[in-house]
């Protein structure tokens, strides 16, 4: 652990803070991610056990999802349901657990989820345990991959796991308490209305459901956590900036700093712009969209280079 870690020292508590404000009895969330199948359910169960008692010590709550959308506890929640429930669990927890030892797809999956949004992740196995070198691998600097030998063994390494932690779970949850998290659903439903398209049509052109377009238009960020790409494809689908999603105010704050004057400019250099740019293409077509968006590419350029 030592050697994938950095030193607590390396996160001063900063005035204003959440651990500041709340002292060392902050409450946290951890999403405990386990196989559904395994050989030995007595010995899952004991590290459930486990994970429980370190997390009452240290002031956290555990999610197990096999308790809420297992498929031998709740079976009748439609798989949808599951996803989208599930999915918003991972995405709102401070960190996550994942009892590694068996392998399980859907563990896969919440590991990925929890990466992207940058969650302390804790990849917890049996030693001898093969494991997935994807798993193991995953991209995130707060990784712990917690090799136990025994019960005992993981009750004292899971518990400084979630000590060094703490520290870095305030640093996320400040800064998401910076962020609006509601703001990319609410630009998404204002672009989707302006162009009097439905849920379902968006839903076709990028590849979702209506049920999802629905979810990301009224749902938190953070639970939904589109990505980039996601953002990308909406963008072209509405005919819009990925800034008039995710940064309507800077967008706007571009649009008004335009004076007449460079307007005018822009004006009258279009069919020139548009002639160079078909010249240069193999095929000779370019549309009038994508000409408007190496002007306005030229035009941010040219901002910034003034300020």
Same mark, same amino acid.
């Given at each position: 652990m030592k050697d994938?870690?950095?030193?607590?020292?390396?996160f001063p508590i900063e005035k204003g803070s959440s651990r500041e404000r709340s002292g060392s009895n902050t409450h946290y969330t951890a999403y405990v991610a386990s196989p559904l199948t395994v050989a030995d359910e007595d010995e899952l169960e004991q590290l459930f056990e486990v994970v429980r008692k370190v997390c009452q010590e240290k002031n956290i709550e555990p999610y197990f999802p096999n308790e809420v959308t297992g498929?031998?506890?709740?079976?009748?929640?439609?798989?949808?349901?599951? !996803?989208?429930?599930?999915?918003?669990?991972?995405?709102?927890?401070?960190?996550?657990?994942?009892?590694?030892?068996?392998?399980?797809?859907? +563990?896969?999956?919440?590991?990925?989820? +929890?990466?992207?949004?940058?969650?302390?992740?804790?990849?917890? !196995?049996?030693?001898?345990?093969?494991?997935?070198?994807?798993?193991k691998g995953v991209p995130v600097e707060y990784k712990d991959l917690l090799e136990y030998a025994d019960l005992a063994?993981?009750? *004292?390494?899971?518990?400084?796991?979630?000590? !060094?932690?703490? &520290?870095?779970?305030?640093?996320?949850?400040?800064?998401?308490?910076?962020?609006?998290?509601?703001?990319?659903g609410k630009q998404i439903r204002k672009a989707r209305?302006?162009?009097?398209?439905?849920?379902?049509?968006?839903?076709?052109?990028?590849?979702?459901?209506?049920?999802?377009? *629905?979810?990301?238009e009224s749902g938190s960020t953070f639970e939904i956590n589109p990505s980039f790409?996601?953002?990308?494809? &909406?963008? %072209? +689908?509405?005919?819009?900036?990925? +800034?008039?999603?995710?940064?309507?105010? !800077?967008? %706007?704050? &571009?649009?008004?700093?335009?004076?007449d004057k460079l307007i005018s400019v822009i004006e009258n250099i279009l069919p020139n712009i548009q002639e160079v740019v078909k010249a240069r293409s193999k095929e000779g077509k370019v549309s009038d969209k994508d000409v408007k968006k190496i002007l306005s590419r030229i035009v941010i350029d040219q901002l910034e280079s003034e300020e």
């Open positions: 994938r870690m950095r030193p607590l020292d390396d498929p031998d506890s709740q079976p009748e929640i439609h798989e949808n349901e599951v !996803y989208k429930i599930d999915r918003t669990k991972v995405n709102q927890s401070d960190l996550m657990v994942l009892l590694a030892s068996s392998p399980s797809f859907g +563990a896969g999956q919440e590991i990925e989820i +929890a990466r992207n949004a940058l969650i302390p992740i804790t990849i917890a !196995y049996k030693g001898g345990s093969r494991i997935s070198r994807m798993v063994d993981f009750e *004292n390494k899971l518990s400084a796991t979630f000590d !060094y932690y703490n &520290l870095r779970i305030d640093s996320i949850r400040d800064l998401r308490r910076s962020i609006k998290s509601t703001v990319i209305e302006r162009k009097e398209m439905s849920m379902g049509t968006l839903a076709e052109k990028v590849g979702l459901t209506a049920d999802e377009i *629905n979810l990301l790409m996601l953002l990308m494809t &909406l963008s %072209e +689908a509405l005919d819009c900036d990925v +800034a008039d999603i995710i940064s309507p105010s !800077y967008s %706007e704050s &571009l649009k008004d700093s335009l004076s």
